[in-house]
């Protein structure tokens, strides 16, 4: 059992299409990042977000941190083909350093 | 400034063989952290360096280990390699590392390993 639960772990829309990626755990978390991922490339961090119930926006991205710090999403509005590839998730837990714990992941295809 | 770079890109061994994968951070950051990425398993925390010293383990067997040297570059070692070591292996770079990771890391491309 993941420590993370990120869902859905596919997804295919449509150009202009709205989504949201969920987060989820029973864990609190100190602090949680969200990253996208391409083919043959390391993660790149997007936002990292830090008290519950934060709400942060990056361009059509819209990320929020639950209250209890437990759980957060990712809204893409009006997808673009350029938002294709995977997107993680992944939680800081106070007095683990640096360790980052990722959920699955969610592969998002926009078609044109 | 350049960014975390990884060497080799790419690598291939057979079972019961060692491999060394090196890291270099970005210049200042004195944290280097190692993931385990597979299509099963996902991204998996290996290990944490920080002034040459592991300051966090994650939950793989002793054939992996690390070490950082003084100037903060870092070298992963995998002993008696199994099929299932097949992986991408990603190096993170910070500043300082912290409780609860809330300065940015950064990762490099990766090393992929096969083997066979």
Sequence with gaps: ?112 | KAGVTQTPRYLIKTRGQQVTLSCSPISGHRSVSWYQQTPGQGLQFLFEYFSETQRNKGNFPGRFSGRQFSNSRSEMNVSTLELGDSALYLCASSPRGGRGAKETQYFGPGTRLLVL
């Design chain 1, 1 to 112: 059992t993941q420590l993370l639960e990120q869902s859905p772990q596919f997804l295919s829309i449509q150009e202009g299409e709205n989504l949201t990626v969920y987060c989820n755990s029973s864990s609190v978390f100190s602090s949680l990042q969200w990253y996208r991922q391409e083919p043959g490339e390391g993660p790149v961090l997007l936002v990292t977000v830090v008290t519950g119930g934060e709400v942060k926006k990056l361009k059509r991205l819209t990320f929020q941190f639950g209250d209890a710090r437990k759980d957060s999403s990712l809204h893409i509005t009006a997808a673009q083909p350029g938002d294709t590839g995977l997107y993680l998730c992944a939680g800081a837990l106070d007095n683990a350093g640096n360790m980052l714990t990722f959920g699955g992941g969610t592969r998002l295809m926009v078609k044109p």
